[in-house]
């Protein structure tokens, strides 16, 4: 299985992802790391990405989730696949899981002014919201919760 954790910048993907990971003892991928330069130039400049700037990047994270599904190895990949359409390069079979990390803009803009040494411009949280299309019937939690009781609302929800 391949839990991909997705949100916008600053709902706790890597601090969920590598939460969850720990407890059940699997891997853990940031999406992040998987960017191209220009765009991680991009993001640090305050500069949007655009659906052409993601196509390699979300290729390769299709890559990287066959690879795990294939070599049986289970995952937690945190992503922000903000739009359906970038969902659909994640969501490769039944394996994969959606969690959606949702939180209000007023608390993930008050987590963000106390991040550091983080290459998202903070700036860009506004686009993020107005890029996000809010998934259907996957599982949901509710970043005000505390990590560990994130954890165990998707352990639940999975049955993991």
């Known amino acids: ?5 997705m949100g916008v910048t600053g709902s706790g993907k890597t601090t969920i992802g590598r939460l ?7 891997r853990y991928y940031d999406a992040d790391d998987f960017h191209p330069q220009a765009n991680v130039k991009k993001m640090k400049d305050g500069i949007p990405l ?3 700037d993601r196509r390699p990047w979300l ?4 890559k990287l989730i066959r690879e795990c599904l294939d070599g049986g190895e289970n995952a937690a990949l945190g992503c922000s696949a903000l739009k359906e359409s970038y969902r659909e390069y994640l969501l490769v ?5 959606l969690v959606y990390l949702k939180g209000d ?7 963000l002014s106390k991040r550091r040494g983080h290459f998202m411009n903070p700036e860009l949280l506004e686009s993020q919201f107005e890029t996000l299309e809010e998934p259907e019937g996957d599982v949901r939690v509710d970043v005000s919760l505390s990590p560990a009781q994130i954890v165990e609302s998707i352990r639940s929800d999975l049955g993991i």
Not at 93 to 97: A, M, P
């Open 93 to 97: 079979d039944e394996r994969v899981k």
């Open 105 to 111: 803009y007023e608390t993930i803009q008050r987590r």
């Open 1 to 5: 299985m391949v839990i991909v954790l």
């Open 50 to 52: 655009n659906d052409e």
């Open 59 to 62: 290729e390769s994270l299709n």
């Open 20 to 26: 969850l990971s720990e407890k059940l003892q699997w």
